[in-house]
């Protein structure tokens, strides 16, 4: 039997989330899609090959160590993509390639989609060959593409945009020490309308957390000092912040299906698994998980309508 000490506790509001409830939802995740054929994009840099001549210059002394590295970073960056898939999928066939291979894999793979890793490097630094080979590429497919974070990027320079530093400087007028969005930040939804944010109280979708009902808002990962300058042509912002305005955005027209994304949403369940117990879950890494099931359910619809 609880004392009137315990039950005064139980009974105590909470900050966090909006709706101050003294417990958290334990909401357990389901295998909603049958099936999905994913192609995985390591957008980092593996070899020398990967390079251009600014980097090889650049990193003089320093370019094996530097490649190591990001050889590390997309291993844990496409395993997380892959994980969200398999957690996700009932019947899951993933691929993973390099950016310099995406136009021969999907040919070969027939993908319902396409995710696309985050980067490190700019732009710059890379081979410009397989940067125009990808422009030419993302610029005409009709699979459905998730672009996250440094893909985000690249996408939106494909599409014509230019990217600069998160304090509004070019990017080769600051290549250390840049100011850095990280962490798990809120970003505000601009158009709700857009089906990627569908989840409401019913069995077949997400549930979203309530100050994304009540205020409009996702909490999501970041981890980047880079953003995109504006919105390209044929693309519409979703989601916005302050210190970064372009965070989301789409191009669903003339047969093509872009979403791409400033934040890490694909860590929902790496910050899941590393939990020390399950119950944080819906805090920490809810939103992200829903947008890459919605993504991959919009992709297979999309995939049927052509």
């Known amino acids: 039997m609880l004392d009137a000490a315990a039950n005064t506790s139980v009974s105590e509001e909470l900050p966090f989330p909006y709706n101050k409830r003294a417990f958290c939802r334990y909401e357990p995740i389901e295998k909603r899609i049958v099936h999905a054929r994913v192609l995985i994009v390591n957008s980092l840099l593996r070899y020398e090959s990967d390079l251009s001549p600014l980097a090889e210059t650049d990193w003089n002394g320093t370019t094996d160590s530097k490649l190591r590295f990001e050889r590390r970073v997309s291993s844990m960056a496409c395993n997380n ?161 302050y210190l970064c305005k372009n965070q989301m955005m789409a191009k669903v027209s003339e047969g093509q299906m872009i979403y791409s994304v400033q934040f890490h949403l694909e860590k929902s369940f790496e910050d899941w698994s590393k939990n020390p117990t399950r119950w944080e879950h819906p805090n920490e890494s809810r939103d992200g998980r829903i947008l890459f099931e919605n993504f991959l359910k919009l992709a297979l619809k999309h995939k049927n309508s052509l």
């Open 81 to 241: 993509i892959a994980n969200n898939v398999l957690r996700l999928v009932q019947n899951p066939k993933t691929l993973t390639v390099h950016l310099s291979e995406v136009a021969e894999a999907a040919e070969a793979f027939q993908p319902d989609a396409i995710v696309m890793s985050g980067t490190f490097s700019d732009f710059d630094y890379y081979n410009q060959k397989q940067i125009a080979k990808f422009t030419g590429f993302i610029k005409n497919t009709k699979i459905p593409v998730l672009a996250i974070c440094g893909s985000h990027q690249l996408v939106a320079v494909a599409f014509g945009s230019e990217l600069k530093t998160l304090d509004d400087l070019k990017l080769s007028e600051k290549r250390t020490d840049r100011l850095v969005e990280y962490q798990y930040r809120f970003v505000k939804i601009v158009d709700k309308s857009d089906p990627i944010f569908d989840g409401n109280e019913d069995e077949s979708s997400g549930i979203w957390q309530d100050y994304t009902k009540e205020d409009d808002i996702l909490r999501v990962w970041q981890n980047h000092g880079v953003q995109v300058d504006g919105i390209p042509d044929g693309f519409k912002l979703l989601a916005t912040s």
